[in-house]
């Protein structure tokens, strides 16, 4: 695919697919934006084309608006934004397609920057439909797809545009993004470390699958944990279990096994009488006892998959190690960013929402070889799937 720094942009209308899914909050009657980390991400890509002379014309969606024009999942705080971090106007349009927008971007001088309105206030963006594809086309001569995020959604901003714009190309995020998360699955440095958390077995079946026959070890936290354990036997009390999935967890280990993959599964925990700030806690292990359930690894477990990953050439983290959003159960996840941030000699690619939270709420992102933008997006890359926004932008 190509890559935006290889397109002729002067003069001509670039047409930006970023991901300004944002979070939002209002304030003081007012909507802001809790987390710019997608905003800044997109600015690299954004400032290219602004300094090659494009016309620059962002869309994305925010937020499930159910194909209807929803102020509350409005734009227009992220085009504040995105003007202060840029330094220059970003006029909101008023839809994404239609008159107004049409006007508003034949307007547009070389080095200008419109932001379009929430794509998702169409249901035809969600259904791909080809006439709202063709609509979105007419306002670009290059289509340059920066949403890493929305890229395994064939919607039409992310795939069905490609067919009515004959210059495409991905945008830098995009490249970065398919660059690292490409490197794990071609051959990454040895020994290879992933690290995968989160609720749910069925979640990360197929990513670790896809990476069994190239890792050296696998850490497994979260309450994920708990069902590997139970397909242990060792006793989990009340911690969250995926029942159904106990079978496939002990066939998940015998094939690591089998394959020479070493898998660490936590073997003491903070456990609480209930999954709440201020609940009583304790440390215990390996099992948990009834009543109890798990919210994050414990003391020696931390130290162990320290151990294992400043061993490592190469860390891949998706997923947090307990119930990261409660202060008091968010120091196994705080100690394996730490972990990550001294792992001086290995390449680390940190993915998933409460991995990346974890690392800047450690203050440690600056020290992360690559964080992922893409939540199911990064996990579908990983499992091995095709995704449309990138297959979008071949040829």
Same mark, same amino acid.
């Given at each position: 695919?190509?890559?935006?720094?290889?397109?002729?942009?002067?003069g001509k209308r670039?047409?930006?697919?970023?991901?300004?899914?944002?979070?939002?909050?209002?304030?003081?009657?007012?909507?802001?934006?809790?987390?710019?980390? &997608?905003?800044? +991400? @997109? *600015?690299?890509? #954004?400032?290219?084309?602004?300094?090659? $002379? =494009?016309?620059?014309?962002?869309?994305?969606?925010?937020?499930?608006?159910?194909?209807?024009?929803?102020?509350?999942?409005?734009?227009?705080?992220?085009?504040?934004?995105?003007?202060?971090?840029?330094?220059?106007?970003?006029?909101?349009?008023?839809?994404?397609?239609?008159?107004?927008?049409?006007?508003?971007?034949?307007?547009?001088?070389?080095?200008?920057?419109?932001?379009?309105?929430?794509?998702?206030?169409?249901?035809e963006e969600e259904?791909?439909?080809?006439?709202?594809? &063709?609509?979105? +086309? @007419? *306002?670009?001569? #290059?289509?340059?797809?920066?949403?890493? $995020? =929305?890229?395994?959604?064939?919607?039409?901003?992310?795939?069905?545009?490609?067919?009515?714009?004959?210059?495409?190309?991905?945008?830098?995020?995009?490249?970065?993004?398919?660059?690292?998360?490409?490197?794990?699955?071609?051959?990454?440095?040895?020994?290879?470390?992933?690290?995968?958390?989160?609720?749910?077995?069925?979640?990360?079946?197929?990513?670790?699958?896809?990476?069994?026959?190239?890792?050296?070890?696998?850490?497994?936290?979260?309450?994920?944990?708990?069902?590997?354990? &139970?397909?242990?036997?060792?006793?989990?009390?009340?911690?969250?279990?995926?029942?159904?999935?106990?079978?496939?967890?002990?066939?998940?280990?015998?094939?690591?096994?089998?394959?020479?993959?070493?898998?660490?599964?936590?073997?003491?925990?903070?456990?609480?009488?209930?999954?709440?700030?201020?609940?009583?806690?304790?440390?215990?292990?390996?099992?948990?006892?009834?009543?109890?359930?798990?919210?994050?690894?414990?003391?020696?477990?931390?130290?162990?998959?320290?151990?294992?990953?400043?061993?490592?050439?190469?860390?891949?983290?998706?997923?947090?190690?307990?119930?990261?959003?409660?202060?008091?159960?968010?120091?196994?996840?705080?100690?394996?960013?730490?972990?990550?941030?001294?792992?001086?000699?290995?390449?680390?690619?940190?993915?998933?929402?409460?991995?990346?939270?974890?690392?800047?709420?450690?203050?440690?992102?600056?020290?992360?070889?690559?964080?992922?933008?893409?939540?199911?997006?990064?996990?579908?890359?990983?499992?091995?799937?095709?995704?449309?926004?990138i297959a979008a932008?071949?040829?």
């Amino acid at each position: 695919m190509k890559i935006i720094d290889e397109l002729e942009l002067t003069g001509k209308r670039a047409f930006v697919r970023v991901d300004y899914n944002v979070p939002l909050a209002s304030r003081d009657g007012r909507v802001e934006i809790t987390d710019d980390s &997608r905003i800044r +991400a @997109s *600015l690299p890509t #954004v400032r290219y084309a602004i300094e090659h $002379g =494009a016309r620059v014309v962002l869309a994305s969606h925010l937020g499930r608006p159910k194909g209807k024009p929803d102020p509350a999942q409005s734009l227009a705080p992220v085009a504040r934004r995105l003007a202060e971090l840029l330094g220059k106007p970003v006029p909101l349009a008023p839809d994404c397609v239609g008159p107004e927008v049409e006007r508003a971007v034949a307007g547009l001088r070389d080095g200008d920057v419109l932001l379009l309105e929430n794509l998702r206030f169409h249901a035809e963006e969600e259904k791909n439909d080809p006439g709202f594809a &063709r609509a979105l +086309a @007419s *306002l670009a001569d #290059v289509w340059v797809n920066d949403a890493f $995020g =929305a890229a395994h959604r064939a919607h039409a901003s992310t795939a069905g545009i490609a067919a009515f714009v004959p210059v495409r190309a991905a945008g830098l995020l995009m490249r970065d993004e398919v660059r690292h998360l490409g490197q794990l699955l071609a051959g990454a440095e040895r020994p290879f470390v992933a690290i995968l958390g989160g609720a749910k077995v069925s979640d990360k079946i197929g990513v670790i699958e896809s990476l069994l026959p190239k890792i050296d070890a696998l850490l497994i936290g979260g309450a994920m944990a708990y069902t590997f354990l &139970r397909a242990q036997g060792i006793g989990v009390g009340a911690s969250r279990v995926e029942a159904d999935k106990v079978d496939l967890a002990r066939e998940t280990l015998a094939k690591a096994a089998k394959r020479g993959a070493r898998v660490l599964l936590p073997t003491d925990h903070v456990a609480a009488r209930k999954p709440e700030a201020g609940a009583e806690s304790k440390v215990c292990g390996p099992a948990i006892d009834a009543g109890w359930l798990g919210v994050d690894i414990g003391p020696a477990t931390r130290a162990a998959f320290a151990r294992e990953i400043a061993g490592a050439r190469t860390v891949l983290w998706n997923g947090p190690m307990g119930i990261f959003e409660i202060p008091e159960f968010a120091a196994g996840t705080v100690a394996v960013a730490h972990a990550l941030a001294d792992a001086r000699q290995a390449t680390t690619v940190v993915g998933g929402g409460d991995s990346v939270a974890a690392v800047a709420q450690a203050g440690v992102a600056d020290r992360i070889t690559h964080i992922s933008t893409g939540g199911g997006a990064s996990l579908e890359f990983l499992e091995g799937r095709t995704l449309p926004g990138i297959a979008a932008l071949d040829g």
